[in-house]
């Protein structure tokens, strides 16, 4: 991709080349430690009895949207999006690949529910994968929200469309993930109503986690006043 924003004013496309090849061959650097990681596993006997989880904290932007690194205003596929891959014990549910969306704080409750522990879950944010890895259904959740430690900037997005939300006084940014992939051209003014639509979600998922949380407190302060 071609510099776009402050980083075409710093950097030549030379230079991000360079940048990006770096990126590259750091990747080619993980990728052969992770082999080397699964050959320890086969080597001591562990291979074929655990669950492997690979994934990672962030993307990493490379001048997509004009800047390098992770930030707040970044709430770009080039930062949320992550490799995300299981394998089961014995290889169990062979390869394939799901097209559902799924986020960081769905891995323990899977994790759990994998080995028989999904009852256990009931007070996560996340939601067990299992089903959809079983075959059972095909999504978990329509959408997801995230954000950046304290910066205010928020995105929410499904399978077709990303909602930034952005401080008062910044345009918001709406993008059509299907037919705009790299999330160049901002179609607020033109879908308002997708905008609007993915905006409520933020006060429900609020809502809903507000009545679990307070639940979850009363149960132990009813156990709590019990013992004393």
């Known amino acids: 991709l071609p ?127 299992m089903p959809l890895i079983r075959g059972e259904e095909e999504s978990v959740r329509d959408a997801i929200i995230t954000g950046y430690y304290g910066a205010p900037d928020r995105c929410i997005r499904d399978k077709t469309w990303s909602y930034i939300r952005r401080p008062e006084g910044e345009p918001d940014e709406l993008y059509n993930l299907v037919e705009d992939p790299r999330e160049r051209k901002n179609l607020i003014d033109e879908y308002p109503e997708e905008a609007a639509r993915l905006a409520s979600k933020f006060g429900s998922l609020y809502a809903v986690r507000g009545k679990e949380i307070k639940g979850i407190q009363g149960k132990y302060e009813v156990e709590g006043s019990a013992g004393a």
Do not use: C
Not at 103 to 114: G, M, Y
């Open 3 to 129: 510099p776009v924003g402050p980083a075409s004013a710093h950097f030549s496309e030379d230079e991000i080349r360079y940048i990006r090849g770096l990126y590259a061959g750091e990747v080619a650097d993980v990728d052969h430690y992770i082999g080397q990681l699964l050959e320890a596993l086969k080597e001591y006997g562990y291979y074929d009895d655990s669950i492997i989880v690979l994934s990672a904290d962030h993307g990493h932007p490379l001048a997509d949207h004009g800047k390098f690194l992770k930030g707040g205003d970044r709430m770009y596929s080039e930062l949320l999006k992550v490799p995300f891959m299981i394998r089961f014990p014995g290889g169990e549910y062979g390869r394939r690949k799901l097209d559902a969306i799924a986020q960081f704080h769905d891995v323990l409750p899977t994790i759990l529910d994998a080995i028989g522990l999904g009852n256990n879950t009931e007070a996560m944010h996340g939601k067990s994968l």
